[in-house]
């Protein structure tokens, strides 16, 4: 007879307890109901309280075993923005009006550097992005803050 696997469920919080075995998020602080590592579990171990995570994990009668943790994708906004001094007021949909493509009036040559300034943005998205399990729709909004930070007046620090 062939076992069949239990289909991973999603969990997105915030951590509220750890241990060496696992974690509890803060939705299951009431039902007393953790996260743990388990034996084959091979990635970060190494949470801290007050992290926004997302996690695959299996259920095993009561129990529950950790199949895979990152940021949440909040978190992992909140980290880019803080890394790259964007402020809590960003407003995306300003960048993009303020970032669309030259006007034809425009000379060649700030066409041209324009076009290399949001190249070489995405690209610096591209990198930045590398082992992390990111949508195209982030990489982009990553490379538009990138490009945003290159073409300001004033130099933040």
Same mark, same amino acid.
Not at 22 to 48: M, P, R, S
Not at 68 to 80: F, M, T
Not at 90 to 105: A, H, M, Q, V
């Given at each position: !007879?062939?076992k069949?696997?239990?289909k991973?469920? %999603?969990? @997105?919080?915030? $951590?509220?307890? %750890?241990? =060496? ?6 939705q ?6 953790? $996260?743990?590592y ?9 949470w801290?309280?007050?992290?926004e995570? &997302?996690?695959?994990v299996?259920?095993?009668?009561d129990?529950m075993?950790?199949?895979? /943790?990152?940021?949440? @994708? ?5 980290? /880019?923005?803080?890394? !790259?001094?964007?402020? #809590?007021?960003?407003d ?5 009006? *303020? %970032?669309?493509r030259?006007? =034809? *009036?425009?000379?060649? *040559?700030?066409?041209r ?10 690209k610096?998205?591209?990198e ?5 399990d990111?949508?195209?729709? &982030?990489?982009f909004? @990553?490379? &538009?803050? !990138?490009y945003d930070?290159?073409?300001? #007046?004033?130099? =933040?620090?």
């Amino acid at each position: !007879m062939e076992k069949k696997k239990a289909k991973p469920e %999603t969990h @997105i919080g915030r $951590i509220a307890r %750890t241990s =060496p075995y696992g974690f509890q998020l803060e939705q299951h602080v009431a039902d007393e109901k953790w $996260i743990n590592y388990g034996n084959y579990f091979e990635g970060k171990k190494e949470w801290e309280v007050g992290q926004e995570v &997302e996690c695959a994990v299996n259920a095993l009668g009561d129990k529950m075993y950790l199949n895979q /943790i990152d940021l949440s @994708i909040d978190a992992k906004d909140k980290q /880019i923005d803080s890394a !790259m001094g964007v402020k #809590d007021d960003f407003d995306l949909d300003e960048f993009k009006d *303020n %970032t669309k493509r030259p006007s =034809p *009036n425009q000379s060649e *040559n700030q066409k041209r550097q324009r076009s290399i300034v949001r190249q070489s943005s995405l690209k610096s998205a591209v990198e930045f992005a590398k082992g992390q399990d990111l949508k195209l729709e &982030e990489v982009f909004n @990553i490379a &538009e803050a !990138m490009y945003d930070w290159v073409e300001q #007046d004033e130099v =933040p620090f």
